[in-house]
């Protein structure tokens, strides 16, 4: 690929790690349909200021950044409100669909507007950086109805999201945190950051708030069901596009729905807690390579390898 272009208000970047997202990989075999070639995947990335616009200020050659995966235009009702995460003219790097194309991070560059980079500290490693932008997306998913301290949650999806959520849960200090998964691995893991291990089939609604981050049919009719009247679910996975939803139950129970999209301005918050080590991101990087070795890595995330949580690429 050639250099990237830079715009007066963008920022070259020299990646130096990029992690590999479940949803590149759901788009590695096209069923996404928000993958199609030719991209240059990656949203999930770190690495130093290679090159500014002339427009840019605060931003300066060398430094260690990283940035939102979500390129919003600033000037929407959506992002004039703060809402960036659903600005009307939203591009998400490294996606290409029916709307956009817009080049990502497994590359030796890439280019992104100032105004989505974030500095660095130096004591948080580019590979541990590259994870900002999942955490960012717990942060956010954790503040859609942020619960108390005494209340019971349950995160149903222990991907690299939902122990995320676990730990930032646990970081915001709700004391009873339970994690559900059919991977013993996972649930091993969430069991480290300080869940309690549960099970979809328990139909007890005990659970003052869900966090449901599978996207699922059965994994949203769980977190509905597990939640007391008056209760909340936070919808965070999307796996699947439609799902039955039981609405007597949602209705007559009281039950309330949160969306939660990306993230929305976290990413100061994100980085704080990684670098103040409230957050392990560490555990959860299965593997670190080189960019060339991508394909390889793609296939085993694919074929679901048991053990793998997060690889990082470093071009």
């Known amino acids: 690929m050639p250099t990237p272009h830079v715009d ?20 590695y075999d096209g069923s996404t349909g ?25 931003v300066r050659t060398g430094d260690r950044v990283t940035f939102d995966s979500t390129v919003s235009c600033g000037d929407c009702a959506s992002c004039r409100r703060g809402e960036v995460n659903l600005c009307d003219r939203r591009m998400v790097l490294g996606v290409s669909c ?3 194309r817009r080049h990502g991070a497994f590359a030796e560059y890439v280019s992104v507007p100032s105004r ?24 956010h998913a954790v503040g859609r109805k942020p619960p108390r301290p005494q209340d019971a949650v349950v995160v149903i999806g222990c991907g690299v999201i939902g122990l995320l959520v676990i730990q930032v849960l646990r970081a915001r200090g709700c004391r009873s945190v339970t994690a559900v998964d059919i991977d013993e691995g996972r649930l091993a893991m969430a069991g480290r950051f300080g869940a309690t291990r549960g ?39 999307n796996v699947t596009p439609r799902v039955d939803l039981p609405l007597q139950d949602v209705v007559t129970r009281e039950i309330s ?5 990306a993230s929305s301005g976290e990413y100061a ?3 704080e ?23 390889a890595w793609f296939d085993r995330l694919y074929r679901r390898e048991p053990g793998l949580v997060k690889v990082v690429l470093r071009p």
């Open 8 to 27: 007066d208000g963008d920022v070259l970047v020299r990646v130096k790690a990029c992690g590999i997202c479940g949803s590149d990989v759901h788009g």
């Open 34 to 58: 928000r993958r199609v070639p030719p991209i240059v995947m990656g949203h999930e990335a770190s690495g130093v200021v290679e090159r500014v616009g002339r427009a840019v200020s605060g």
């Open 98 to 100: 029916a709307d956009y």
């Open 116 to 139: 989505i980079v974030y500095a660095l500290p130096d004591a948080v490693p580019f590979e541990h950086a590259a994870l900002i932008e999942p955490l960012s997306v717990a942060v």
């Open 199 to 237: 099970t979809l089939e328990s139909s007890a609604p005990a659970f003052d708030l869900a966090i449901e981050a599978v996207g699922r049919p059965e994994t949203v009719a769980a977190a509905i069901r597990c939640v007391r009247k008056g209760g909340a679910v936070t919808l965070v996975g």
């Open 257 to 261: 729905l949160f969306g939660s999209c």
């Open 269 to 271: 918050q994100a980085i």
């Open 273 to 295: 807690l990684m670098a103040g080590g409230a957050v392990d991101v560490g555990t959860l990087i299965s593997a670190t390579a080189p960019l060339e070795d991508g394909p």
